[in-house]
């Protein structure tokens, strides 16, 4: 490896840069590769990546790729860093302007999927509620929200974003992606066609809005983006890489900006999600076991939640649960309910 070391210190690496300096502030710097492409250190844990004006950028586009916006789910951050280390290396030259974002570093030093607060819920300006005024999260996801405008401000090509995410319960889809909600818009098929190129063969359509990251570029910066979760959470050096493989593929053949491989875009399941189960305080009751796989159905009237006011029991057709976790502060996402898309909603 022959890494240019002003990018990162002593460090061998992005990732070891990144956890080494989780407390500290660093400054921004550059260096440019043999090729002639320019790679800034925005920040701790943000690259920009910016070929030379005259290659040319057959895709037409600019990607902004994120990994760590919980700091436990630690196989897409590998696979992103190794993608780094390949370009520093000079295994391949890079195509499209691209930020990369490892989201946040003092979580993943602490080896959690947050310190104060979930910053995946922090975007979209949320950021900005008195409650979480001042919290280190709150100040990332600012940040990062800054960087992202900026970048995507600078560029007239197709924005895409893909926010990489490992899940806490096993799946009976082990990997699937998250369509954030905009008024109007349908998923394009290329997208489609690149899940499927990064073993992604599972859909998951959204029914609002919401404060994530992928809500907020694609409702923002007008992003195609994806939440995309790509297997299950696991410590740092624990991970089976080999099951990454399709992501990383994907993701490297976009940043060559070489052309997609022909793909069967039916072959995509597609759901969308009903129901956003909320945490709505102390007579909040839960039914879903605490070990239940995502994509666990559940039949016609069976209750999944209620309190003292409300009880939610499925309706005529049945409903899937998705993320189910008790565990989170009141007025936050318990689980969804997905059901299949129907041929005519599609
Ligand atoms: O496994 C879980 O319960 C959570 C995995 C995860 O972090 N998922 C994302 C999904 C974001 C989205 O809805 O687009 C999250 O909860 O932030
Ligand atoms: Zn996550």
Not at 156 to 172: E, F, K
Not at 214 to 234: N, P, Q
Request: charged residues 25%; contains cysteine.
């Amino acid at each position: 490896m022959t890494i240019d070391h002003t990018l990162f210190d002593a460090a061998s690496d992005w990732l070891e840069h990144t956890l080494e300096h989780a407390a500290k502030d660093v400054s921004e710097t550059h260096t440019q590769l043999a090729d002639g492409t320019r790679i800034t250190r925005k920040a701790l844990g943000v690259l920009e990546v910016t070929p030379p004006a005259d290659r040319p950028n057959p895709n037409a586009e600019t990607l902004i790729i994120s990994a760590g916006v919980h700091g436990n789910e630690t196989a897409p951050i590998e696979v992103l860093n190794g993608l780094v280390n390949e370009l520093l290396n000079g295994e391949w030259h890079a195509a499209c302007p691209m930020l990369l974002i490892l989201g946040n570093p003092a979580a993943m030093i602490k080896g959690d999927r947050f310190v104060d607060a979930n910053m995946n819920r922090l975007f979209h300006g949320a950021h900005r509620k008195a409650e979480y005024q001042g919290l280190p999260e709150a100040v990332r996801a600012q940040q990062l929200e800054e960087f992202c405008r900026d970048f995507a401000g600078r560029y007239t090509g197709a924005l895409n974003h893909y926010d990489l995410h490992t899940a806490i319960r096993p799946s009976q889809r082990e990997k699937f992606a998250l369509y954030p909600f905009v008024e109007g818009r349908q998923v394009p098929a290329d997208q489609c066609d690149f899940l499927l190129e990064a073993d992604v063969e599972t859909l998951l359509l959204q029914h609002k809005e919401g404060t994530t990251f992928s809500s907020f570029s694609s409702s923002e910066l007008g992003a195609e983006s994806f939440t995309i979760e790509l297997g299950k959470v696991r410590p740092f050096g624990q991970n089976d890489l080999s099951r990454f493989t399709g992501i990383r593929d994907a993701l490297r053949r976009r940043f060559r900006g070489h052309p997609a491989p022909a793909q069967a875009s039916d072959r995509i399941t597609v759901f969308k999600v009903v129901y956003e189960i909320l945490n709505t305080g102390d007579s909040f009751e839960f039914h879903i076991p605490d070990d239940v796989a995502n994509f666990t159905a559940y039949g016609t009237g069976e209750v999944i939640w209620e309190d003292k006011d409300t009880r939610y029991t499925v309706g005529d057709i049945p409903e899937s649960i998705v993320f189910p976790n008790r565990q989170v502060p009141v007025g936050q996402r318990v689980g969804l309910l997905i059901r299949p898309l129907q041929r005519d909603e599609a």
